[in-house]
C-alpha cells in the first residue's frame, strides 16, 4: 500500500528556513518522479516542485524559484524540500506525491510564516 508521511513543517518568522521531509513506502520509489505540493488556505493545491527518479533534473513553480531546493535519498525513500527565504505567501499545507500513484496523498504538513 503507497503511504506518503510528510513532516517538518511548522511556524518560522519571515526569513526563515525549514526543511520538509516525505517519508514514501509501499512502492518502488527510486524509479518514480516526486513532487511537492501545496495548499494555501482558500485557494487551489499547487506544484512546487519536481525530481526525477534518480534526481538528475528537477523544476521548480516561478514562485518558489531559487529559494527553494528539491532533492530525495533513494536509499530512505525519502524526497525532501528546503525552504529559504519564506515569506508569507509561502503559508501553506504541503504534500509530496508520486508519479506511481498520483491519486495517493498524504496528510501534508502545515508551514506557517509569520512575524
Known amino acids: 500500500q503507497v503511504q506518503l508521511v510528510e513532516s517538518g513543517g511548522g511556524l518560522v518568522q519571515p526569513g526563515g528556513s525549514l526543511k520538509l521531509s516525505c517519508a514514501a513506502s509501499g512502492f518502488a520509489f527510486s524509479g518514480s518522479v516526486m513532487r511537492w505540493f501545496r495548499q494555501a488556505p482558500g485557494k487551489e493545491r499547487e506544484l512546487v516542485a519536481f525530481i526525477s527518479a534518480f534526481g538528475t533534473m528537477t523544476k521548480y513553480a516561478d514562485s518558489v524559484k531559487g529559494r527553494f531546493t528539491i532533492s530525495r535519498d533513494n536509499d530512505k525513500n525519502t524526497v525532501y524540500l528546503q525552504m529559504e527565504s519564506l515569506i508569507p505567501e509561502d503559508t501553506a499545507v504541503y504534500y509530496c506525491?508520486?508519479?506511481?500513484?498520483?491519486?495517493?496523498w498524504g496528510k501534508g504538513t502545515l508551514v506557517t510564516v509569520s512575524s
Open positions: 506525491n508520486a508519479d506511481y500513484a498520483p491519486s495517493r
